[in-house]
């Protein structure tokens, strides 16, 4: 059999791919020397909330209201729970990625960049489609459509972006932890969002995956 015209190529992407990982793991540290410097994770935490902070005050009060209208009064104690458990691994991850230098000139720091500025870039266009649907109508265009919870998704990547630009694997650590414990508030926005719109809600879900990819299907009494 004759061999494929592209192996030779797909042979020397592989390698480059598996020298970058090697390179990463080397330059990334699980506790990185903790210190206040005006070159620290902090520089994009405040582009981020900077973003986030104008638009917020750009958009209609209602759209704003609407972002945080859900009712933890109908949450369980176990979703209560989780949920103060994941703002404190928030905060947590917070406070090292302020303390921490950024890893310029290094290859993780390009790379968290990228991830950070396409994580930034994907949660305002969420915000953006969020904003132009109207009250009365579930949010499933733009980002929405192939995703549940893009913000969500979106913030996600740009918190990774962070923890690869500072170089530190417990922060990368406390950020997955906390993204598992937040888990709770997106299954409380979904059965709240299943109750206010019904079937149309309930074929969203069955053609768009919760985050990306893989469609994930909530039985509503079976998940906490």
Same mark, same amino acid.
């Given at each position: 059999?004759?061999? *494929?015209? *592209?192996?030779?190529?797909?042979?020397?992407? @592989?390698?480059?791919?598996?020298?970058?990982?090697?390179?990463? %793991?080397?330059? %990334? !540290?699980?506790?990185?020397?903790?210190?206040?410097?005006?070159?620290?994770?902090?520089?994009?935490?405040?582009? +981020?909330?900077?973003?986030?902070?104008?638009?917020?005050?750009?958009?209609?009060?209602?759209?704003?209201?609407?972002?945080?209208?859900?009712?933890?009064?109908?949450?369980?104690?176990?979703?209560?729970?989780?949920?103060?458990?994941?703002?404190?691994?928030?905060?947590?991850?917070?406070?090292?990625?302020? =303390?921490?230098? =950024?890893?310029?000139?290094?290859?993780?720091?390009?790379?968290?960049?990228?991830?950070?500025?396409?994580? =930034?870039?994907?949660?305002?266009?969420?915000?953006?489609?969020?904003?132009?649907?109207?009250?009365?109508? $579930?949010?499933?265009?733009?980002?929405?459509?192939?995703?549940?919870? $893009?913000?969500?998704?979106?913030?996600?990547?740009?918190?990774?972006? %962070?923890? +690869? @630009?500072?170089?530190?694997?417990?922060?990368?650590?406390? +950020?997955?932890?906390?993204?598992?414990?937040?888990?709770?508030?997106?299954?409380?926005? !979904?059965?709240?969002?299943?109750?206010?719109?019904?079937?149309?809600?309930?074929?969203?879900?069955?053609?768009?995956?919760?985050?990306? +990819?893989?469609?994930? *299907? %909530?039985?509503?009494?079976?998940?906490?």
């Amino acid at each position: 059999m004759r061999p *494929h015209r *592209h192996s030779p190529r797909l042979a020397l992407f @592989a390698a480059v791919a598996e020298r970058k990982v090697k390179i990463v %793991m080397v330059e %990334m !540290e699980l506790f990185p020397a903790l210190e206040l410097d005006w070159l620290n994770g902090w520089i994009l935490l405040i582009v +981020l909330y900077g973003v986030f902070g104008i638009l917020l005050l750009a958009f209609p009060k209602a759209v704003v209201a609407r972002l945080y209208a859900y009712d933890r009064l109908r949450w369980s104690k176990k979703q209560r729970a989780y949920h103060v458990v994941g703002k404190l691994l928030i905060l947590v991850n917070l406070i090292l990625t302020i =303390l921490t230098p =950024l890893r310029v000139g290094s290859t993780v720091f390009i790379l968290g960049v990228i991830l950070f500025a396409v994580g =930034l870039t994907g949660f305002t266009i969420a915000l953006f489609n969020f904003r132009n649907t109207p009250l009365n109508q $579930p949010i499933i265009k733009g980002l929405y459509s192939v995703s549940r919870h $893009p913000q969500v998704l979106m913030l996600s990547v740009a918190g990774v972006g %962070m923890c +690869l @630009a500072i170089g530190s694997w417990i922060a990368l650590i406390i +950020l997955a932890i906390s993204s598992l414990f937040g888990r709770s508030r997106t299954l409380a926005e !979904e059965r709240a969002l299943l109750e206010q719109y019904g079937d149309s809600y309930r074929d969203y879900m069955e053609r768009v995956p919760r985050y990306i +990819l893989i469609k994930t *299907h %909530m039985e509503e009494k079976g998940e906490d």
